[in-house]
């Protein structure tokens, strides 16, 4: 005869929640920025041997020293997310963000090298933003068009291209510098011709693009059939088929969206950011797809969480350069431990957890080892009292007795 194994109930239950209130979701997130604060609070004691306050406090310093490029590095972390956004809220996972916006101001840049002194400078710069936006399109399409047709590896493919990207901007700035550096420069720095308009400071048009670009893409997912049709296949693209979506042409089309952005967002660094194109120009988008999770995939939402992570790495800036670090590793754990607490936090919204039996059971003695230890004192309490009852009981028979041995 064998001997059926004994199931034991877990020690605790996670079950999915159905859904959790806004606010319940905004405490638990406060909580865990507020147990990493505590962490981090802890290490840069340990590690740096200072006061946490004064640690603190060279963060929030570093925040507000130079506000408009705060400003515009939130901004541009946020065009990075929505260049990705229509993608992965159709669960097609692009990861070519950083090749497509190079790409872009690849063909931008290129355009203000060739044309200059050639054309009128209204002309140079339509022709930048027309080259720009179809190379985004075209290098986003390409693996959309795969995975549409063969079915590749989405992430694959558009990692690939990134590095594709990569090569190709080098190859164009050894070829465009006699193939003296990898760096072009930054492009008509005298001139200024075929740079952008400013208004009032070079930071302002980004912004305010980005911004207005924020708003037509909740407009487009929320309210448009294209959005709908997006969610759709998000969510199943069987269901998709059975209610008459082309699933081919939606993932193409949403793709040509992307690159869409893409190409507003390598036009800005060509013609009002950086004025140049290197390999580190574009290098926002695995980050981007951090604050697009984080903000689920809510356009609006987006703005704070691109804000959270700007913060989040000019503060960490400042503290390494006010206490002479040397390296970044301060900066970087200060980072990550925030990153993983608020990540984390997602686990308690989307999950709630029970106590088994067992559990349970250790509580229920705990409580009652604590309710004896209250009622062991009240119990002394009554007896001392009956105590000294008995005691003035005998005190007034002793005094009675003595007054009447006196009368006598």
Known sequence: MTKEKEVKEPLFHITKRKSMNWWQSLLTKGASIFAAV????????????????????????GLFIDPWTLMLDTALLLGFGLAILPAFKMKYWNMGANGQILMSCLAAIYCMIEFTGKMPEPLIILLMFVASVLMGILWA?????????????????T?????????LVNHFSYKHTNYNQVNIGIVNQLTKEAWLPQLGNKYVLPILIIAALTVLMYVYLKYSKHGYEISVVGESQNTARYVGINVRKVVIRTLGVCGVICGIIGF?????????????TATLGFTAILIA?????????????????????????QINMDYSLGSTYFADI???????FVIGSEFFTNYKIKAGSRIRGIIDRIKKLFRKKKKAPAAENMASAGDISEKTEDADVSEHTNKEEIKK
């Not at 800005?268 to 580190?280: D, N, P, R």
């Open 159 to 167: 990692l690939m291209m990134n590095y594709m990207a990569i090569g």
């Open 141 to 157: 399409v390409i693996p959309a068009i795969f995975k549409a047709f063969f079915n590749t590896n989405e992430t694959l493919f």
């Open 268 to 280: 800005l660094y060509a013609g009002a950011i950086s004025h140049t194109v290197s390999e580190s």
């Open 38 to 61: 505590i962490v981090v609070g802890i290490l840069s004691i340990v590690l740096i041997g200072q006061n946490p306050f004064r640690i603190f406090g060279t963060f929030f310093k």
């Open 334 to 340: 200060v980072t990550g431990i925030l990153f993983f």
């Open 293 to 317: 999770w984080l903000a689920k995939f809510n356009p609006f939402v987006m703005v704070a969480t691109a804000l959270f992570v700007v913060c989040l790495k000019t503060g960490t800036g």
